[in-house]
């Protein structure tokens, strides 16, 4: 079962038990893979999903930002909740021990000794743990690690 139909019978599922919040979210999930398809005119496969989701996610990361520096832990606590049900989606994370593995692997493949390199590592860790890893966070351990 694909990503997108797996959201579909989750939706239905939710239509039925009456859990109102989990399906405004997974409307909110499916209007915007369908607007990414309608806008590229393309059928999204499931990493393309992941990716739109991983976007929902930092924008919603974003939001929670903002809400907390204005005060509004009301609204702050909808986007958390809505980050739950969007992370469900998506492929487990990479613990710490698994990440640095990969950044050092990437580190010794390009031969990066400066930041000047920053770019070829990045490139290298996200073909690995793009999905699965926060690229923010990867970004700032790559650096790091490149300056230290």
Do not use: C, F
């Not at 607007?35 to 974003?62: F, P, S, W």
């Amino acid at each position: 079962m694909t990503l997108k139909q797996q959201l579909t019978e989750d939706m239905k599922t939710a239509m039925r038990g009456g859990d109102k919040q989990r399906l405004g979210v997974i409307r909110l999930v499916l209007a915007a893979l369908k607007q990414r398809e309608v806008d590229e005119r393309i059928v999204l496969d499931d990493a393309q999903i992941i990716a739109v989701m991983e976007k929902m996610l930092k924008q919603r990361r974003d939001s929670i930002t903002q809400y907390d520096a204005a005060k509004r832990s009301d609204l702050a606590d909808a986007e958390r909740a809505e980050m739950v049900v969007i992370e469900a989606y998506l492929p487990k994370q990479l613990d710490a021990a698994e990440l640095d593995a990969i950044i050092a692997t990437a580190i010794a493949a390009t031969g990066a000794s400066s930041m000047r390199d920053m770019g070829k590592v990045m490139a290298a860790v996200k073909e690995h743990a793009a999905g699965r890893a926060d690229m923010a966070k990867v970004s700032a351990q790559i650096k790091a690690k490149l300056a230290g």
